[in-house]
Each structure stands twice: as structure tokens, then as C-alpha cells.
């Protein structure tokens, strides 16, 4: 194995763009001695330049001593030619996202440097195991997957490809450890596990909007807010721009031979026409004024009236939350076991819309509102079917927020939009674990630090209940009948059993 803690370890990176430079950085600070080079001219001499100005900013502001930045940046030198690469330990590539490219330049470099040299490519979307098929020493390459910006991102991803020797992952680990950065492994399957577990997120809301459920504004208040994410997905599309998340989405869609779990929307491509790519074309979802989006106002709170309430106890567990929240905001609560006829009937379903609940306990649609039982703290969603009347969705919108708590209407859906996002998300780190990609501790570790997520998938999963989210999906499958959302195996197999979505298999 090769010792990536010796001091005269020389590390080449071939591209010296954003990702070749941030790695070029973390490696001099972890006292790795760093050769630059690039196919253009002078950019290696002017990535060196530019990391040395950031090196000397950060002693600046004490978050490095200005010897330690002074020492890392004596560690890096520009090579001018790829043969200036011939003593490296390690060569990590971070040139364009084309697999000829990538093929091309791993072939120049196989008559360049040792037989003992490890081979590393940053690709962030193709397989390595077709790059590394084009090399003389397969064995030896392996994937090692940063994000932008490096310094700050502290995860990278180890890709073990088909043909990649167990030292290689080993070792690539070892050194990203050195670097400062927390690595996770992963077998070589399409979008790793980030942009693997990603998927939900963003395609979920985008049926969602796709459906007329929600506006763009108020599904990103709705995760934002209710479901705790950093971001919402809207808000996060136009900040990545639609150029490059939309071919992710698709290309991770045709790699996986049309899962419709990965399924993409047609949204992202017409907007993608358009030129509507967001933030960095002013104008994506939302509409930026030097920068800073435009939020469309919320509709004004109705007062709270004196409507008497009909809580559904259909799902007991909820009820009891529910039916203490309506006594602390002084509703005038039913106990009858049907509602009289002039009351506001609240079903609490779980996967399923506000029609099919409203119609398994026999109630009028037009008395009837759905609220999502799962996120009741920081921001309500309240459902209506097609036949509530607009006096009983304010009844019931100026009562869920007499105690300032914000509430969200949407059209009728089957598992609201909080639900069906988070089962989603679940349902995809659990058919990660299934296809063995990762370990489940590092799924959840990748998720957290790479995508921001309040918890990891599985982590997720455990905190709503494995049973409760295997009743979102299937009532989900069985109304809309899309085996997008047919249940992991991983995830049904554990709710069964009864036991944590983390445990693994013995």
C-alpha cells in the first residue's frame, strides 16, 4: 500500500481550474508537496499564484499562522510539461468532464509516471470504471471526488471502480485524511452517493410544482421551514443554475436505464431554453434584483373564527398532537364520532390526499381540510380537496395560525409536499444501502456534508419512524400507481423488523 503520511509524498493534479486548485491548496496545507499543470499556458503558474494569495488572505485573518502559509505555499510548483509529473506518488485529475478526455490523458501519463504511481480522477458524474478500462494498470485508478469550493467542502467521496485494487481506496482515504477532509467510500454506480442521494429533493418538487399543487415560493417555505432544510429546492436550483443540475438529472436518469425514481421533469429543460437558469442569468424560479431573489408575499391570515372543529382519529398517534395544538389555539372542539353539519372536518393522513381521507370516514369533501401531522412546529400545510369551500379553509387556516405560526393552503395531493419529499429522500438513501454503494454510516455522513441535509437518509428515516414512512410510500404508490414510489427492500425488510434503517446486514 502506498504510505501517504511520508513527507516527501508528491502529489500531481493535472487542471487547474476551481477544483484542481482547491485541492492543489488542501494538499500543501496537509504538507503535501504539489506539482500544477494544465494544457494551457501559463495557468498552472497563475493557479499557484492565486493559491498563495489565498494562503497569505487566510493568515491575514488568523485562521492559519503566516508560517504555516508560507510553508504550504513553498509546496507547490508548476510543472510544465506532463513529463514534470514523472516522480509523482499520486496524479489526481481535474480536467474537463468528458470521458475521452479523461481516457486520453490517464494513457499519456501510464508513459510518464511509475508503475507504482496511483491514478486518481475527480470525475464527479462518470463511471470510473470505464476511464480506468482504457489504462494498462486499471488496478490503480480510482475516483476521489471533491465539491466546490474544496477548502470549505470537507467531504470527498472514494470510488472504488470495477477493476480498482482495495490499496488504492485505502490509500486515497488515508490521504484524504491528511488533507483535512472526511472520506466516505462508495462502489462506482451512477451520481456516487451524493449526487445519488440527491435526487429526491429537487425532482420530488419539481412534480409537485408539476402537478399545480404548490407554487415554487411556498413548497420551498414548506421544506424550508416545516421540513428544516438550509435551502429550499427552488431556491437551491437557481443558485446551482439550471445548466448544470438539469443534465445532471438526466444523466443520472439514463445511466440508471429510466428509474423513475430518478426521473426528471420537463420544467428544467423548457426553462433551460429559456435561459431561465437562475441567479447567474437574474432570472431562474425567482427573480433577482443585484442578486437577492424576489419572494412573492403570502396571502393575508384570516381572523380566527368561532367554526366548530371535527378532528379525525383515524391515525390515534397524531390525533392526540393534533386535538392538544386545536385546545392550546381555543378551537371549539367535536367529540361526537361524526361531525354536526355546520363543522370544519380535519383529517390527518399520512401518504394519502384530502379526498381519499375525507372518503374513508364518509365526510363531505366540501367541510373537509387535510393538515400534515408531521410538521406541526415551525410552519403548517393545510390541504384542501377539490370541493372545500372557501369559508372552511379560512376557518380552518385563521385557526391553525391564531399562535403566529405560519400556514401553508395547497391543492390536493396524495402524501402534502413535506411527506412526499422526505419519503422520497428516504427511499433512495435506503436503495443506496440495498445496492450496497456505501455503508449506511457513510451514506448519511455523505449527505450531511456534502448536500446540508439536517439529518442523513437513513438518519431521516429513523426519526419519522421506517413505518411511517413505508405508509407514505405505499399510499402513495397505490394512488398515483408509478413505481416511483414502490418501497426499497432495505427500508421494507427494517420496518418489518422493527429496527434502525442504519443497521446493516451481518
Known sequence: MLDTTRNDLVLGIVGTGLMGRGIAQIAAQGGIRVRLHDARAEAAAEARAAIGQTLTKLADKGKLTAEAAAAASARLAVADTLDALAGCDIVVEAIVER?????????????IVGTQCLLATNTSSLSVTAIAAGCRLPGRVGG??????????????????????????DALTALARRMGHT???????????VNHAGRAFGTEALRILGEGIAGVADIDRILREAAGFRMGPFE????????VSHPVMESIYDQYYQEPRYRPSPITRQRLAAGLLGRKSGRGFYTYDD????????????PKGDTPVWLSRRNAPAAERVAALLETLGARLETGERPSAEALCLVLPLGEDATTAALAEGLDPACTLALDPLTLARRRTLMRTPLTTRAMADAARGLLAADGTP???????????AQRVLASIVNIGCDIAQQRVATPEDIDRAVTLGLGYPQGPLALGDTLGAATVLGILDAMHAFYRDPRYRPSPWLVRRARLGVSLLTPEN
Do not use: C, Y
Open 236 to 243: 437551491l436550483l437557481d443558485l446551482t443554475g439550471l445548466d
Open 291 to 302: 442578486g437577492k431573489a424576489e419572494q412573492p408575499a403570502e396571502d393575508s391570515v384570516p
Open 183 to 193: 472520506p466516505v467510500r462508495a462502489q462506482d454506480t451512477p451520481g456516487f452517493i
Open 407 to 417: 400556514v401553508t393552503l395547497i391543492n390536493d395531493s396524495a402524501g402534502f409536499v
Open 144 to 169: 476521489f471526488h471533491f465539491f466546490s469550493p474544496v477548502p470549505l467542502m470537507k467531504l470527498v467521496e472514494v470510488i472504488d471502480g470495477a477493476l480498482t485494487e482495495a490499496w488504492v481506496g
Open 99 to 111: 470521458l475521452d478526455a479523461k481516457r486520453a490523458l490517464f494513457a499519456e501519463l501510464e508513459d
